[in-house]
C-alpha cells in the first residue's frame, strides 16, 4: 500500500495541469491528497477548478508583502501549516527564493513546456517553434535555485510540425504534460526517486528505447 503524499499545488492560470492531478487523484491512479491549492492571482482558473473539487485553496498576492522574503515566508508558513510532503508547482509563474526551498529540500517539484535545458524562462513553447526545432516537449523537475535548471526527473518528447504555432505547439505539449506530471508524482510517492547530484534515478524503471527522426527516414539507413 503506497502511502498518500501530501501536496501542495502552486497555481497562476488555467490549472489544467492541477485538473490532471485531480484526475489522476479521483480514479486511483496518483497516491497523493491535495491539502491545498495556492495561487499568487485571484484571477487563476484554478482556483475554480479546486472549488468545484472540494479541495481548500488560499490566494496570497505579491503586492500585499513588501519584499520577496516576505512573500515567501508567508507561503512557507502556509506549507508548513497543511503538513506539505511535496510542493507542485503548476504553471506558477513565481521564482521561489532560497528560503522555501531549504524549508522543502528536493521536495519542490516544476513542469515546464520545453526540454530543458533548451528554452527555459517564459514562452517556451513559443521560443521553441520560432527557432524551429523539429522536437519539443515537456519536463519535470526538482526545483534549485536556478531558473528551469533542476535535477530532471522525465521528459516527454513531442514533433514540432511546420504549420506550428505557439499554441497549436502549446497544445500539443500540454496534453504530454498531464501524463507526466501525475507519473513523477507517483513515482515520489512510491519512494522511488533517487537524486545524486543532476542525477535523478528511478528505482523499477522501464528503459525507453525508442529514437525518433523528424521528418522521419525515408527507408533503412546504417
Ligand atoms: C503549462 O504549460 C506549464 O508547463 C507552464 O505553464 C502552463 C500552465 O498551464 N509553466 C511554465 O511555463 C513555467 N515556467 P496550466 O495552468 O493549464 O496547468
Request: aromatic share 6%.
Amino acid at each position: 500500500m503506497v502511502r498518500k503524499v501530501k501536496i501542495a499545488v502552486l497555481v497562476s492560470g488555467s490549472g489544467s495541469n492541477l485538473q490532471a492531478i485531480i484526475d489522476n487523484i479521483e480514479s486511483g491512479h496518483l497516491s497523493a491528497q491535495i491539502e491545498i491549492v495556492i495561487s499568487n492571482t485571484t484571477e487563476a482558473y484554478a482556483l475554480r477548478r479546486a472549488e468545484k473539487h472540494g479541495i481548500p485553496s488560499i490566494v496570497i498576492v505579491s503586492h500585499d508583502f513588501s519584499s520577496r522574503e516576505e512573500f515567501d515566508q508567508r507561503l512557507i508558513a502556509i506549507l508548513n501549516s497543511h503538513g506539505i510532503d511535496l510542493v507542485v508547482l503548476a504553471g506558477f509563474m513565481r521564482v521561489l527564493s532560497p528560503a522555501v526551498l531549504n524549508a522543502f529540500p528536493l521536495k519542490v517539484m516544476n513542469i515546464h513546456p520545453a526540454l530543458l535545458p533548451s528554452f527555459p524562462g517564459i514562452h517556451a513553447q513559443g521560443q521553441a517553434s520560432d527557432y524551429a526545432v523539429k522536437f519539443s516537449g515537456c519536463t519535470v523537475h526538482f526545483v534549485d535555485e536556478g531558473v528551469d535548471t533542476g535535477p530532471i526527473i522525465i521528459q516527454a518528447v513531442v514533433p514540432v510540425m511546420p504549420e506550428d504555432t505557439e499554441e497549436s505547439l502549446g497544445a500539443r505539449i500540454l496534453a504530454e504534460e498531464h501524463k507526466i506530471y501525475s507519473q513523477a508524482i507517483q513515482w515520489y510517492a512510491e519512494g522511488r526517486l533517487t537524486v545524486n547530484g543532476r542525477r535523478v534515478s528511478v528505482a523499477n524503471a522501464a528503459v525507453a528505447r525508442v529514437s525518433l527522426c523528424n521528418p522521419p527516414l525515408e527507408s533503412p539507413r546504417n
